[in-house]
């Protein structure tokens, strides 16, 4: 593998995140920032995970020596709306059941920050969901409890398993870390 001649810290606490770059073979630490995940209300829906990642990233700059900071943000996108992270249990079987026989865009954005450069990208995958029942909705939330992802669910654990009929795009990108690109993105960086 060609790995980065900089160390690596990745701005996330996401355990998906952290096995996806272990996995791939890369060696990093974790420093997650604690911001504001607000966003302009005016802001195109695929804009705002770059805004996102890029102000994740940015959190850490006063800490960067000679490192590469890898910052991400995951969103998923329902016709016009965004399915952020659910408040409680009632946001996340809402969520849940908007996606239910729906297809809907996940778009992960990546920032990689140095002290000298900035490379921001994203990736785009469409999901297919089969309808769900009241009941299997309600089990996944109550079992699983997805209350840190975006959209409410992890395409890796039960409902990913029962409830996605097809992905049009990179499996690593719903989630949530394109991990294709990622690689490519370091070893240019």
Not at 69 to 81: E, K, S
Not at 114 to 133: G, H, I, N, P, W
Not at 174 to 182: D, Q
């Amino acid at each position: 593998m060609n790995a980065p001649k900089h160390p690596l810290i990745l701005a996330s606490s996401s355990p998906r995140r952290q096995f996806l770059l272990k996995e791939a073979g890369f060696v990093f630490t974790i420093d997650s920032p604690d911001i504001d995940e607000s966003f302009p209300a005016s802001m195109p829906h695929d804009q705002v995970p770059i805004y996102l990642a890029e102000k994740k990233a940015r959190a850490l700059s006063a800490k960067i020596n000679d490192e590469i900071v890898i910052a991400a943000d995951t969103v998923v996108i329902l016709g016009d709306q965004i399915l952020n992270k659910p408040a409680n249990r009632e946001d996340a079987i809402q969520m849940v059941s908007l996606l239910s026989g729906a297809t809907h865009r996940v778009i992960t954005a990546v920032c990689l920050l140095s002290q000298t450069k900035m490379v921001s990208f994203d990736d785009r995958t469409e999901v297919s969901f089969a309808k769900l029942t009241a009941d299997e909705i309600e089990f996944y939330i109550d079992t699983y409890k997805p209350f840190d992802k975006a959209g409410s669910y992890g395409a890796q654990d039960w409902l990913g398993m029962v409830g996605i009929e097809r992905i049009n795009g990179s499996y690593f990108n719903v989630m949530g870390l394109p991990m294709h690109k990622v690689y490519q993105q370091l070893i240019q960086f």
